[in-house]
């Protein structure tokens, strides 16, 4: 796998191994189809749900140790669709490469972006600090580059499913290439 398609893979790895750079317009219809709507009696509550919702994911991801596979599915319960996926081929290629991934990720600000009507898809803005986040290959190597940015800004989109206790998961992460910064 190439560092590009690496970054790619998940924010951690993304602000990890290649910073902010810019990536694909999401796709305005994540996959999968979300289930029935969750349930949330406001806007408020919804997005309230995707906070912590990412919360849990990127501390799944920080807790989510290079050498143990059985670590990457905390990870995993908090994804579907893109992410997911990415989730998937990222973590197991870190560990068939003896990468070792040290510090964690920050999340700094989370502000709501967009929801649809039956709030089953919604969209967040994060602002996260990798600073401390490094990973090395075997010979002890930083595999980040060296122009990444240590705040970086996100978009982070989610859909409603009954296997999650907060009623979403994480369907995609993207570096924000329209200017925004944190």
């Not at 290629?93 to 502000?111: F, P, Q, R």
């Not at 978009?155 to 995609?172: E, K």
Request: proline content about 7%; some cysteine; glycine content about 4%.
């Amino acid at each position: 796998m190439s560092r590009r398609a690496i970054v790619a893979a998940t924010v951690l790895m993304l602000a990890v191994l290649a910073g902010c750079a810019a990536q694909p317009a999401p796709n305005p219809n994540p996959t999968p189809t979300p289930t029935p709507t969750p349930g949330f009696t406001s806007e408020a509550d919804a997005y309230r749900a995707a906070e912590d919702t990412y919360r849990a994911y990127v501390d799944a991801a920080n807790a989510a140790d290079t050498r143990d596979p059985a670590t990457f599915e905390d990870v995993y319960k908090w994804a579907t669709g893109d992410a997911l996926a990415a989730d998937k081929k990222t973590f197991p290629e870190l560990y068939s490469k003896h990468a070792v991934k040290t510090g964690d990720a920050v999340i700094m600000t989370v502000e709501s972006r967009e929801a649809d009507e039956r709030l089953s898809k919604l969209a967040i803005d994060v602002c996260q600090d990798v600073s401390h986040v490094d990973v090395r290959n075997e010979a002890g190597d930083s595999l980040v580059d060296p122009s990444r940015p240590d705040v970086q800004m996100l978009l982070v989109r989610l859909v409603s499913s009954d296997q999650s206790p907060t009623g979403l998961l994480v369907s995609g992460i993207w570096s924000r290439s329209d200017g925004v910064t944190c």
